[in-house]
């Protein structure tokens, strides 16, 4: 039997499922993944074999098989070892295959069997939400997944918290939900530019209006200081908003610990920076 473990692979912000397929056959030893894997998927395999063995548990010495499918999709990230992992352990009668087969799972293993937090947790959620189905991911991003909706979170710091959940001696608690502070989130303020009034008149009604801006001027007068001003202008972000910035800041692993972006992001690239590198190729 084949055991399948659902993931998902990032193009951008958007997520695509992958199905992780376990096959262990009789045949010389072997453990090997297919499925166009980057460097780092590929490196899965010592650190699952380390997880496992940090468990007391080791491969079988069979020809084992990894494929990544759809098998013409480059799959890039770590977020494959917890899958791989589960479908072994499902192959290895360790968990049941029910027990993984209504989950997305996401997760990077380190040798001790230890589970560590990834990037884009938030799109997969929202992706296994969609497909009706729960999500594992590790115990640092539990919080994120929160913001999906309704769905089933598993979010277990060790692989061993994992398979005593599935055995029924240790069920793991549903992640609690961050503190959203209340209180008026702290911007640059406008009061603490000196003169320039012609200037912040103007960022005034670029702001009201939803216009662009050229600030020209010699360097140190000001111009990036008035500009990261703007968003304290701008009106707060809509829940959809919140939830696309954070989709964003999440797929880039620059998500404070399951907080919901709430602020109009301001970025200042480097004046170096050529055209592709800042509106793309
Ligand atoms: N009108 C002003 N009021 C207060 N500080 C200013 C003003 N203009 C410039 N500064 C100071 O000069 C520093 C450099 O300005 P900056 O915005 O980096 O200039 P630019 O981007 O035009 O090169 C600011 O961080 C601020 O400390
Ligand atoms: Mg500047």
């Known amino acids: 039997m084949t055991a399948r473990v ?39 395999r010592e650190r699952v074999r380390s997880a496992l063995s940090a468990m007391g548990l080791a491969l079988p010495p069979k020809r084992i098989t990894i494929n990544l499918a759809p098998a013409d999709l480059l799959k890039e990230g770590s977020h494959f070892d917890l899958p791989i992992a589960l479908g072994l352990l499902a192959e290895m009668d360790v968990i049941g295959h029910e027990d993984i087969a209504n989950f997305v799972v996401l997760g990077e293993l380190g040798l001790d069997g230890s589970i560590t937090g990834v990037g884009g947790i938030l799109p997969a959620a929202m992706q296994a939400s969609g497909l009706d189905r729960g999500i594992i991911c590790p115990a640092d991003n539990g919080a994120e997944a929160l913001w999906a909706g309704e769905l089933e979170i598993l979010a277990p710091s060790r692989l061993t918290g994992l398979i005593n959940h599935f055995k029924g001696t240790q069920i793991l608690s549903r992640p609690c939900a961050p503190k959203v502070s209340s209180s008026p989130l702290s911007l640059p303020d406008l009061r603490d530019i000196k003169g320039q009034e012609s200037a912040k008149r ?40 919140a939830l696309e910035t954070t989709v964003i800041h999440s797929v880039s692993g620059m998500l404070p610990e399951g907080g919901l972006i709430r602020t109009r992001p301001f970025r200042q690239p480097h004046h170096s920076a050529s055209m592709p590198a800042l509106v793309g190729g």
């Open 6 to 44: 659902m993931t998902v692979a990032f193009a951008g912000i958007d997520t695509i499922p992958v199905d992780v397929q376990v096959q262990m056959a009789s045949g010389l030893p072997a453990f090997s993944v297919v499925g166009l894997p980057d460097k780092a998927v590929s490196e899965a």
């Open 202 to 241: 103007a960022l005034e009604i670029a702001a009201a209006g939803g216009h662009n801006l050229l600030m020209s001027g010699p360097p140190g007068s000001g111009k990036s200081m008035l500009a990261a001003r703007l968003p304290g202008l701008l009106p707060e972000l809509n829940a959809r908003q």
